[in-house]
């Protein structure tokens, strides 16, 4: 089965597809939400909130039991004592994300993260002082850079530079590039979404970033909608740093810890300005409660505080089925089940909608973005109430997130038939 496979609009084949996903059993390690009735809920919202993996509450419950049993003795006879529980998630994330463990930790949450990556990493001189930023990224990520901006005394009206999306709702990458070239003399940072949250495109991180640093520009990418979802090679690409949260496609849970990561190339340079915390202090000398900061060679040395546990249990439990799935198997069926989606939607009618992500598969993670010419919220509101779990994002787009751990060619074929049904009805 390669995604070239021929796709039927046939039920049976859907049923076809599940019995030979060799990922099946995935959907079983997590907790699927039910409509009123019993039967699951059509969740295609993974890249909002990914769903609890069943395992979820025993890996919290490991922690609250070595809590109850240890007290503060935890941090080392846990276990998977406290002290140290922050590495091993480095190590999966780093997989995931294409790094080497030591370029990886894991902490607070990801707007954090920018802001304290931006420290470090957004440098401004009177020569070069602006930010490259997609138009309409995130909008924590537009009050980030402007606030970082103001921080650094500038006007983020002059400051902020966006590259500018296409008629079609996409950023071509030769749009980024003459972006980069109109800007290359007086552009400190480039901050990019490695999957934009609304258009669902993948951008060639890999070229951006290399035509970025040729011209001097510092690259951070925010993987919000790209960790867990695409494949990454964060380090080969020379990514300077990124960050990302871990409840959309990680499945960690709501506000759970996030990740970052920052390249080996600045892991020991002593020159880089940063906010500093006791947990990114030099492990050895930590407790000795020195006066003076030493910082963790690599991503550690950015930690503030010592970490939640918690959040990191269920983290782990997700992290875990991550690497039993792996990455490329993950991805494999990922272009498939989107393959199938938009296949199936692109067979019914079409006059009043059309899809904005591109149909290029290197080109996007497992999301499609419908926008829908009118009354795109009843339907929204009408698939809600048939049991699909999906998202609206004004004005006029619904995005479908068809996950590879946990949904099904199954949920792909239930959805379409009621997307279809509704405009059969509303014809
Ligand atoms: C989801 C998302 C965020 C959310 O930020 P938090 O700090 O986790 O609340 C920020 N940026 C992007 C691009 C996102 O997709």
């Known amino acids: 089965?390669?995604?070239?496979?021929?796709?039927?609009?046939?039920?049976?084949?859907?049923?076809?597809?599940?019995?030979?996903?060799?990922?099946?059993?995935?959907?079983?390690?997590?907790i699927i939400p039910e409509q009123e009735d019993g039967t699951p809920q059509i969740y295609l919202c993974g890249n909002s909130l990914g769903l609890q993996p069943t395992a979820a509450s025993d890996y919290v419950r490991q922690e609250l039991d070595d809590w109850a049993e240890l007290g503060v003795e935890g941090h080392f006879r846990a276990r998977h004592p406290w002290m140290r529980y922050h590495e091993s998630l480095a190590e999966s994330s780093a997989a995931i994300v294409g790094a080497h463990p030591d370029e990886i930790v894991v902490m607070n949450t990801l707007t954090v993260n920018l802001h304290l990556m931006m420290v470090s990493f957004y440098r401004p001189t009177r020569e070069r002082y602006k930010i490259i930023i997609e138009e309409k990224a995130f909008p924590s990520d537009q009050y980030a850079v402007a606030s970082q901006a103001q921080f650094h005394g500038y006007d983020p009206a002059d400051a902020i530079v966006e590259i500018p999306m296409d008629e079609h709702g996409r950023f071509s990458t030769e749009h980024v590039l003459e972006t980069i070239d109109r800007h290359a003399d007086d552009t400190a940072l480039l901050l990019l979404g490695g999957v934009n949250y609304y258009n669902?495109?993948?951008?060639?991180?890999?070229?951006?970033?290399?035509?970025?640093?040729?011209?001097?520009?510092?690259?951070?990418?925010?993987?919000?909608?790209?960790?867990?979802?695409?494949?990454?090679?964060?380090?080969?690409?020379?990514?300077?740093?990124?960050?990302?949260?871990?409840?959309?496609?990680?499945?960690?849970?709501?506000?759970?810890?996030?990740?970052?990561?920052?390249?080996?190339?600045?892991?020991?340079?002593a020159s880089l300005p940063r906010f500093a915390g006791w947990w990114g202090h030099d492990k050895s000398t930590r407790f000795d409660m020195p006066d003076r900061f030493t910082p963790i060679p690599g991503a550690e040395g950015w930690q503030l505080s010592n970490p939640a546990i918690l959040p990191m249990a269920t983290l782990r439990a997700s992290l875990d089925l991550f690497m039993d799935a792996g990455m490329?198997?993950?991805?494999?069926?990922?272009?498939?089940?989107?393959?199938?989606?938009?296949?199936?939607?692109?067979?019914?009618?079409?006059?009043?909608?059309?899809?904005?992500?591109?149909?290029?598969?290197?080109?996007?993670?497992?999301?499609?973005?419908?926008?829908?010419?009118?009354?795109?919220?009843?339907?929204?509101?009408?698939?809600?109430?048939?049991?699909?779990?999906?998202d609206w994002r004004e004005p006029d787009v619904i995005r479908i997130a068809p996950v590879p751990l946990y949904n099904s060619f199954t949920d792909v074929h239930r959805f379409a038939e009621l997307f279809h049904q509704y405009f059969t009805d509303h014809a």
């Open 1 to 30: 089965m390669t995604p070239n496979t021929k796709y039927s609009t046939d039920p049976a084949f859907a049923l076809t597809l599940d019995r030979e996903d060799p990922l099946q059993r995935f959907r079983n390690s997590f």
């Open 328 to 390: 490329a198997a993950l991805r494999r069926k990922s272009e498939l089940l989107t393959g199938y989606l938009e296949y199936l939607l692109l067979h019914g009618e079409n006059d009043s909608w059309n899809i904005i992500t591109p149909s290029e598969p290197e080109q996007r993670g497992c999301q499609l973005s419908l926008r829908i010419s009118s009354g795109g919220k009843q339907l929204f509101d009408h698939l809600g109430r048939s049991g699909v779990i999906c």
């Open 200 to 269: 669902g495109q993948l951008f060639d991180v890999e070229e951006i970033t290399r035509h970025a640093r040729a011209a001097s520009i510092t690259v951070g990418i925010d993987l919000a909608h790209a960790a867990g979802n695409v494949p990454l090679k964060l380090h080969d690409w020379g990514v300077d740093f990124a960050a990302w949260c871990s409840y959309k496609y990680l499945n960690s849970g709501p506000g759970s810890t996030a990740g970052c990561f920052v390249h080996q190339r600045h892991a020991t340079n």
